[in-house]
């Protein structure tokens, strides 16, 4: 077949028509193309080039070193270690499997670890550190560093982790770190705080103590580092890095090594001490016992401990110096003694006569003596600690001028201190009763409250401060924090109570008799060395009601009383008799006497801190010389400075 | 059938035939080729391997095909157009039954030595019968509803072959490659007005049958069309290619970030980042200028062939050349508009820019089809 081209003539020239038109569309639809790249890319493109970058880097936290914590003479008593850890990462070990058990072969790892490190090891990218044990000896870390080539993908990494020197003795002032809790950032005291790096997983906050009061200062603020990702989140580089700063350093007023000397003295007993420096309100010791070992939380405490602590009917964990609160039973005389002088209802000489007991209203008060002390005035009365004395003035002065005395020298208030669950105690008076309990105030609550029972309630603290501010006659306020940085914080030292000077007098003389005087209640726990004597008043607070049968009967002796029903041993003090320079208060729980069980105890810890360390032995009775001299060498071996809880265990 | 029939006056023979191949068209094609070369060496971070040195390796082996299938006299190939139309319906019957799947696709044919993906070889193939269909149609029948009803089934059979495997982009191509052809070979416009009407509905009537017992496209395939109507609605899953390849392209700017330096392609952000979304990674280290840049040479290769077609007075010439120029520009143009998010991600990839052996080769013989056609124009 002949193809003439001729013919063509007018499909051709249609063809060239339709190529031209597609032509024209198809460069038309580059065009479109072109346009819609050019409002991509340079219109839009810094909106794009944001985008990017958003999508290549992230931004991780520099967690900051916590603020370390110091007690009054620079001992460290919250420091940060160096925690090693050893870490594997999946893609770069080959046989994990393999690679884990020469690691055991190694070094010892608990199984249950292992196992948790391949449970996440399958959760996990192949390229996430994955953390298979911590807190690993140095020799660990050395036998792996050594044998690097056998274990591939395992490395040994340094971190930073709390560690409490003085281990059990400062636990409840110090407090404890753990890692932050739902609780704490929905409820709990962190539920106002925005720092980003409380969303670390596990980050460290404090639980207690001043670690927690003093939180938002020990922190620090956190660094950052820009790094970049690919689309997995593998890290492919780090783009740069602004460090954080570190937490700020707290100085305590604390001494530890007296701390650690009353923690000592209280061993074995159920109780609280608290020791304030009358110069400043330095609190020098705050005791309670028995306590716990604050590292053992920081390493994650075990259930069974968990369980123990719990379980101990002494309570370690509660903070009995400053949150335990108790009836303060005769050392609240004075409170009594100062509001009846004060108002000038009685006359010190003035004389009560006391035959053992006082009725009120039909109801039968007994003085702790049976027999009764005849005629009493004011300095006998707080010296022998007769309880007659005081209803009866009790009931001339009335319960809301005693109140107000007993907030004057710092009790029924919350001091406000950096410490958890300090307790406000209770000084009643008649719209207390009214508000809370929707009752009169009677008479014989009055009675009660003379000589801190009934409705009065104190810590440790508190009876301290009373103490402090009686022997000063100014209004001392308790200080933990001595610095921050470097910065001294205010002194605790504050102006004149407005107290006469007169009355003070008579009832700091009727507290040196208590232990100075022979016929005193602690007569038989003074300081014998001539140069320093002390003041105090004992107090022995019941904890049950004497029943009329068994008053008749005889009292039960405290010995003969399960320990919980036994009266609670009180003692507070002030040393020396001229410019006091320490205040001490002392309860055991259910100890039994005050004179007997708290005033030794109240004794030796006021030695101790007047001596800053091992008394001369003629300060103490010479029966018990022997006795004193044994347990100070226990304790100085204890306490040796700078000895850490792994030395002393 | 002898070449004297086309009442040459002259035609180049033997080696002689290398001086009248169109040169510009074969130096464009190395060009974007080169190209290729570049973004795959640096989507493989900076490595020749895994994908830059096959690439190579089939563009010498492409063009060498090229240089061959021009060789061979037009007439050849004209006279083959039926039986390459029936290979590649085989061929497409073949991937049916022994087909390999991926991705949930099964469009390729295992073949040892490379897999073969056989609707790229029926575009082409298409084009060749089409052409030759109008070449050898008495003229005036060519508007004649019969007459244009049998080039619709020609497209529509291998179409439907392709969109069961499922391969939208390929079946698109098919009917738009066709379409093109029968609008060159002169078809009257109302019956592409028709068409047009008919398509709109169609497109109505998709979107109308999901959901309902005769949905008509695959869910997956709904999801797509969604996600390009709002790819911000699922950034992180099925808009997530689109999102990221738009961040890509657009962060480029006007210079690019610089050779090996686009970030959402280094850090895998950007999906399929060495076949489909390979312009993006150009888009975004090459900027605006290196984007224009590969239109522009794309546009030149696609006004050399327009060129060469319009100046060949022969009919079956004409219309390959024309054919495959148009296959060629759906091809970039629709990768170009899926990547820059003008169109639903159907899965084509840029031409001989993308990884991949059966589309470099298939498209590669298909130029030596224009070179053959230029070699041997009736002067």
Same mark, same amino acid.
């Given at each position: 077949?002949?193809?003439?081209?001729?013919?063509?003539?007018?499909?051709?020239?249609?063809?060239?028509?339709?190529?031209?038109?597609?032509?024209?569309?198809?460069?038309?639809?580059?065009?479109?193309?072109?346009?819609?790249?050019?409002?991509?890319?340079?219109?839009?493109?810094?909106?794009?080039?944001?985008?990017?970058?958003?999508?290549?880097?992230?931004?991780?936290?520099?967690?900051?070193?916590?603020?370390?914590?110091?007690?009054?003479?620079?001992?460290?008593?919250?420091?940060?270690?160096?925690?090693?850890?050893?870490?594997?990462?999946?893609?770069?070990?080959?046989?994990?499997?393999?690679?884990?058990?020469?690691?055991?072969?190694?070094?010892?790892?608990?199984?249950?670890?292992?196992?948790?490190?391949?449970?996440?090891?399958?959760?996990?990218?192949?390229?996430?550190?994955?953390?298979?044990?911590?807190?690993?000896?140095?020799?660990?870390?050395?036998?792996?560093?050594?044998?690097?080539?056998?274990?591939?993908?395992?490395?040994?990494?340094?971190?930073?982790?709390?560690?409490?020197?003085?281990?059990?003795?400062?636990?409840?002032?110090?407090?404890?770190?753990?890692?932050?809790?739902?609780?704490?950032?929905?409820?709990?005291?962190?539920?106002?705080?925005?720092?980003?790096?409380?969303?670390?997983?596990?980050?460290?906050?404090?639980?207690?103590?001043?670690?927690?009061?003093?939180?938002?200062?020990?922190?620090?603020?956190?660094?950052?580092?820009?790094?970049?990702?690919?689309?997995?989140?593998?890290?492919?580089?780090?783009?740069?890095?602004?460090?954080?700063?570190?937490?700020?350093?707290?100085?305590?007023?604390?001494?530890?090594?007296?701390?650690?000397?009353?923690?000592?003295?209280?061993?074995?007993?159920?109780?609280?001490?608290?020791?304030?420096?009358?110069?400043?309100?330095?609190?020098?010791?705050?005791?309670?016992?028995?306590?716990?070992?604050?590292?053992?939380?920081?390493?994650?405490?075990?259930?069974?401990?968990?369980?123990?602590?719990?379980?101990?009917?002494?309570?370690?964990?509660?903070?009995?110096?400053?949150?335990?609160?108790?009836?303060?039973?005769?050392?609240?005389?004075?409170?009594?003694?100062?509001?009846?002088?004060?108002?000038?209802?009685?006359?010190?000489?003035?004389?009560?006569?006391?035959?053992?007991?006082?009725?009120?209203?039909?109801?039968?008060?007994?003085?702790?003596?049976?027999?009764?002390?005849?005629?009493?005035?004011?300095?006998?009365?707080?010296?022998?600690?007769?309880?007659?004395?005081?209803?009866?003035?009790?009931?001339?002065?009335?319960?809301?001028?005693?109140?107000?005395?007993?907030?004057?020298?710092?009790?029924?208030?919350?001091?406000?201190?950096?410490?958890?669950?300090?307790?406000?105690?209770?000084?009643?008076?008649?719209?207390?009763?009214?508000?809370?309990?929707?009752?009169?105030?009677?008479?014989?609550?009055?009675?009660?409250?003379?000589?801190?029972?009934?409705?009065?309630?104190?810590?440790?603290?508190?009876?301290?401060?009373?103490?402090?501010?009686?022997?000063?006659?100014?209004?001392?306020?308790?200080?933990?924090?001595?610095?921050?940085?470097?910065?001294?914080?205010?002194?605790?030292?504050?102006?004149?109570?407005?107290?006469?000077?007169?009355?003070?007098?008579?009832?700091?003389?009727?507290?040196?008799?208590?232990?100075?005087?022979?016929?005193?209640?602690?007569?038989?726990?003074?300081?014998?060395?001539?140069?320093?004597?002390?003041?105090?008043?004992?107090?022995?607070?019941?904890?049950?009601?004497?029943?009329?049968?068994?008053?008749?009967?005889?009292?039960?002796?405290?010995?003969?009383?399960?320990?919980?029903?036994?009266?609670?041993?009180?003692?507070?003090?002030?040393?020396?008799?001229?410019?006091?320079?320490?205040?001490?208060?002392?309860?055991?729980?259910?100890?039994?006497?005050?004179?007997?069980?708290?005033?030794?105890?109240?004794?030796?810890?006021?030695?101790?801190?007047?001596?800053?360390?091992?008394?001369?032995?003629?300060?103490?009775?010479?029966?018990?010389?022997?006795?004193?001299?044994?347990?100070?060498?226990?304790?100085?071996?204890?306490?040796?400075?700078?000895?850490?809880?792994?030395?002393?265990? | 059938?002898?070449?004297?029939?086309?009442?040459?006056?002259?035609?180049?023979?033997?080696?002689?035939?290398?001086?009248?191949?169109?040169?510009?068209?074969?130096?464009?094609?190395?060009?974007?080729?080169?190209?290729?070369?570049?973004?795959?060496?640096?989507?493989?971070?900076?490595?020749?391997?895994?994908?830059?040195?096959?690439?190579?390796?089939?563009?010498?082996?492409?063009?060498?095909?090229?240089?061959?299938?021009?060789?061979?006299?037009?007439?050849?190939?004209?006279?083959?157009?039926?039986?390459?139309?029936?290979?590649?319906?085989?061929?497409?019957?073949?991937?049916?039954?022994?087909?390999?799947?991926?991705? !949930? @696709?099964?469009? /390729?044919?295992?073949? $040892?030595? *490379?897999?073969?993906?056989? #609707?790229? +070889?029926?575009?082409?193939?298409?084009?060749?019968?089409?052409?030759?269909?109008?070449?050898?149609?008495?003229?005036?029948?060519?508007?004649?509803?019969?007459?244009?009803?049998?080039?619709?089934?020609?497209?529509?059979?291998?179409?439907?072959?392709?969109?069961?495997?499922?391969?939208?982009?390929?079946?698109?191509?098919?009917?738009?490659?066709?379409?093109?052809?029968?609008?060159?070979?002169?078809?009257?416009?109302?019956?592409?007005?028709?068409?047009?009407?008919?398509?709109?509905?169609?497109?109505?009537?998709?979107?109308?049958?999901?959901?309902?017992?005769?949905?008509?496209?695959?869910?997956?395939?709904?999801?797509?069309?969604?996600?390009?109507?709002?790819?911000?609605?699922?950034?992180?899953?099925?808009?997530?290619?689109?999102?990221?390849?738009?961040?890509?392209? !657009? @962060?480029?700017? /006007?210079?690019?970030? $610089?050779? *090996?330096?686009?970030?959402? #392609?280094? +850090?895998?952000?950007?999906?399929?980042?060495?076949?489909?979304?390979?312009?993006?990674?150009?888009?975004?280290?090459?900027?605006?200028?290196?984007?224009?840049?590969?239109?522009?040479?794309?546009?030149?290769?696609?006004?050399?062939?327009?060129?060469?077609?319009?100046?060949?007075?022969?009919?079956?010439?004409?219309?390959?050349?024309?054919?495959?120029?148009?296959?060629?520009?759906?091809?970039?143009?629709?990768?170009?508009?899926?990547?820059?998010?003008?169109?639903?991600?159907?899965?084509?990839?840029?031409?001989?820019?993308?990884?991949?052996?059966?589309?470099?080769?298939?498209?590669?013989?298909?130029?030596?089809?224009?070179?053959?056609?230029?070699?041997?124009?009736?002067?």
């Amino acid at each position: 077949m002949r193809r003439p081209i001729k013919d063509d003539g007018v499909l051709q020239a249609r063809m060239t028509r339709r190529a031209l038109v597609i032509g024209g569309a198809q460069l038309g639809i580059a065009g479109a193309l072109g346009l819609r790249m050019q409002s991509m890319q340079i219109e839009q493109a810094a909106q794009f080039r944001l985008l990017a970058e958003e999508n290549r880097i992230n931004i991780r936290l520099l967690p900051p070193a916590r603020g370390l914590i110091f007690d009054l003479n620079g001992r460290p008593i919250a420091e940060n270690e160096q925690n090693y850890r050893v870490i594997i990462v999946r893609e770069d070990a080959g046989d994990v499997a393999e690679t884990l058990k020469r690691l055991t072969d190694l070094i010892e790892i608990d199984p249950s670890n292992i196992e948790r490190t391949l449970e996440e090891l399958d959760k996990r990218s192949p390229f996430v550190p994955i953390t298979i044990a911590d807190r690993l000896p140095w020799e660990d870390v050395a036998k792996i560093n050594i044998n690097t080539p056998a274990l591939p993908g395992i490395t040994a990494e340094v971190g930073l982790s709390r560690v409490y020197p003085w281990g059990a003795d400062l636990a409840h002032v110090v407090g404890y770190v753990g890692p932050v809790s739902d609780y704490d950032l929905s409820q709990g005291y962190l539920s106002d705080d925005t720092d980003p790096l409380l969303q670390i997983p596990k980050f460290q906050v404090g639980k207690t103590g001043v670690e927690a009061k003093q939180e938002r200062m020990l922190r620090g603020s956190a660094g950052t580092k820009r790094i970049e990702v690919n689309a997995l989140g593998r890290v492919m580089r780090e783009l740069d890095r602004q460090e954080g700063t570190k937490g700020q350093d707290l100085q305590l007023t604390i001494d530890a090594r007296l701390q650690s000397y009353v923690q000592a003295r209280l061993d074995g007993q159920s109780a609280g001490a608290v020791v304030i420096d009358l110069e400043n309100g330095d609190l020098r010791a705050v005791c309670s016992a028995p306590t716990f070992d604050a590292n053992m939380f920081v390493r994650g405490i075990s259930v069974k401990d968990w369980t123990d602590l719990n379980e101990n009917k002494y309570r370690p964990l509660a903070a009995k110096a400053v949150q335990g609160i108790y009836p303060p039973g005769s050392t609240f005389k004075m409170v009594t003694a100062l509001a009846a002088l004060e108002d000038g209802v009685i006359d010190a000489e003035e004389t009560v006569y006391c035959p053992g007991h006082t009725d009120v209203f039909g109801t039968r008060f007994h003085c702790w003596k049976r027999v009764g002390h005849g005629n009493i005035n004011l300095h006998e009365s707080l010296k022998q600690s007769c309880d007659c004395y005081y209803y009866d003035i009790s009931q001339r002065v009335g319960i809301d001028k005693m109140a107000i005395m007993a907030r004057k020298l710092g009790l029924g208030l919350r001091h406000d201190l950096p410490l958890s669950a300090v307790a406000k105690g209770l000084a009643p008076d008649k719209e207390w009763k009214a508000t809370t309990r929707g009752e009169d105030w009677r008479v014989g609550d009055t009675v009660n409250a003379s000589i801190g029972q009934g409705y009065v309630l104190s810590s440790p603290l508190q009876l301290a401060v009373m103490t402090a501010r009686i022997a000063t006659g100014r209004e001392i306020t308790p200080r933990l924090i001595k610095s921050i940085d470097g910065i001294e914080q205010p002194s605790g030292l504050g102006p004149s109570l407005g107290i006469n000077e007169n009355n003070l007098r008579r009832v700091r003389q009727s507290m040196v008799d208590v232990t100075n005087h022979q016929r005193g209640t602690a007569y038989s726990a003074r300081i014998l060395a001539s140069e320093v004597k002390m003041a105090g008043k004992t107090g022995t607070s019941q904890v049950r009601r004497i029943t009329a049968e068994e008053r008749a009967a005889g009292v039960t002796r405290n010995e003969d009383l399960p320990w919980e029903r036994r009266d609670h041993a009180l003692f507070v003090n002030y040393a020396p008799l001229d410019n006091p320079r320490f205040a001490v208060a002392v309860i055991v729980e259910h100890g039994g006497g005050g004179s007997t069980t708290a005033a030794p105890i109240a004794r030796d810890i006021t030695l101790q801190a007047l001596y800053d360390g091992t008394p001369p032995l003629d300060a103490y009775p010479s029966a018990v010389r022997g006795r004193i001299q044994e347990q100070q060498d226990r304790i100085n071996a204890m306490i040796t400075p700078g000895a850490t809880v792994q030395d002393r265990a | 059938m002898s070449y004297l029939e086309y009442n040459t006056k002259y035609l180049p023979t033997g080696p002689r035939k290398l001086f009248f191949l169109n040169w510009p068209l074969i130096l464009l094609l190395t060009a974007v080729a080169g190209v290729g070369f570049i973004m795959l060496y640096s989507v493989a971070g900076g490595s020749t391997s895994p994908w830059m040195e096959p690439q190579m390796e089939r563009f010498g082996f492409g063009l060498g095909l090229l240089i061959v299938v021009a060789m061979v006299p037009i007439w050849f190939w004209r006279n083959m157009a039926v039986l390459a139309y029936l290979f590649s319906l085989a061929l497409l019957l073949a991937v049916e039954f022994v087909g390999v799947e991926r991705n !949930g @696709s099964q469009r /390729w044919l295992d073949l $040892g030595v *490379m897999d073969l993906q056989p #609707s790229e +070889l029926m575009k082409i193939t298409l084009v060749m019968l089409l052409a030759a269909y109008y070449d050898w149609l008495p003229r005036d029948r060519t508007s004649h509803p019969l007459w244009v009803l049998f080039p619709v089934l020609l497209i529509l059979l291998p179409t439907y072959m392709v969109l069961s495997q499922p391969d939208l982009g390929t079946s698109l191509l098919l009917v738009a490659g066709g379409g093109a052809m029968m609008f060159f070979a002169g078809v009257h416009w109302a019956y592409f007005a028709t068409v047009v009407v008919a398509g709109v509905s169609t497109v109505f009537a998709v979107f109308k049958s999901r959901g309902a017992s005769w949905q008509i496209l695959q869910d997956y395939q709904y999801r797509r069309i969604d996600t390009f109507l709002d790819p911000a609605n699922d950034p992180l899953g099925a808009g997530y290619h689109i999102t990221q390849a738009k961040i890509a392209l !657009g @962060s480029g700017g /006007w210079t690019g970030r $610089g050779f *090996m330096q686009g970030t959402q #392609s280094r +850090l895998n952000f950007l999906p399929e980042k060495h076949t489909d979304f390979i312009f993006t990674t150009l888009a975004e280290e090459f900027g605006f200028i290196g984007a224009i840049g590969l239109l522009t040479i794309y546009m030149l290769i696609i006004f050399f062939c327009v060129i060469s077609a319009l100046t060949n007075r022969d009919r079956f010439a004409s219309l390959l050349t024309l054919g495959v120029a148009t296959t060629f520009f759906l091809f970039f143009a629709l990768n170009m508009a899926m990547v820059t998010g003008l169109a639903p991600v159907v899965g084509v990839p840029l031409p001989l820019v993308s990884y991949g052996g059966s589309a470099m080769l298939v498209l590669m013989g298909a130029f030596g089809l224009v070179q053959s056609a230029h070699v041997h124009k009736p002067r």
